[in-house]
Nanobody, 124 residues
């Protein structure tokens, strides 16, 4: 089992920045690829970023490319999502997820564990 706890969400004005953190506990964190997805009210969940087990490979959805950066610190069992130039359409609940296969993926079915989510609200 892997437990994931997100933090860092909040209310920010358009153009602002937030950094989300996801702390993992349980099994060996460095064995897992990690990802962030989001879900806005009335919309399907969208995978926004993923990072492989070593941090050497990343994936970004087109909607966030150039604005969001995913990173990880295996010594701290934590993955981060730095979000810059935020837009109102980034408003959503953001979820952290762990993928035991170790590689980056935007496919929800590849992820074995999910956090409870943290709310991000971007005002215009």
């Amino acid at each position: 089992q892997v437990q994931l706890v997100e933090s860092g969400g909040g209310l920010v004005q358009a153009g602002g920045s937030l950094r989300l953190s996801c702390a993992a506990s349980g099994r060996t964190f460095s064995n897992y690829a990690m990802g962030w997805s989001r879900q806005a009210p009335g919309k399907e969940r969208e995978f926004v970023a993923s990072i492989n087990w070593s941090g050497g490979r990343t994936y970004y959805a087109d909607s966030v490319k150039g604005r969001f950066t995913i990173s990880r610190d295996n010594a701290k069992n934590t993955v981060y999502l730095q979000m810059n130039s935020l837009k109102p359409e980034d408003t959503a609940v953001y979820y952290c997820a762990a993928n035991s296969r170790g590689y980056t993926s935007s496919y929800r079915g590849d992820y074995d564990y999910w956090g409870q989510g943290t709310q991000v609200t971007v005002s215009s």
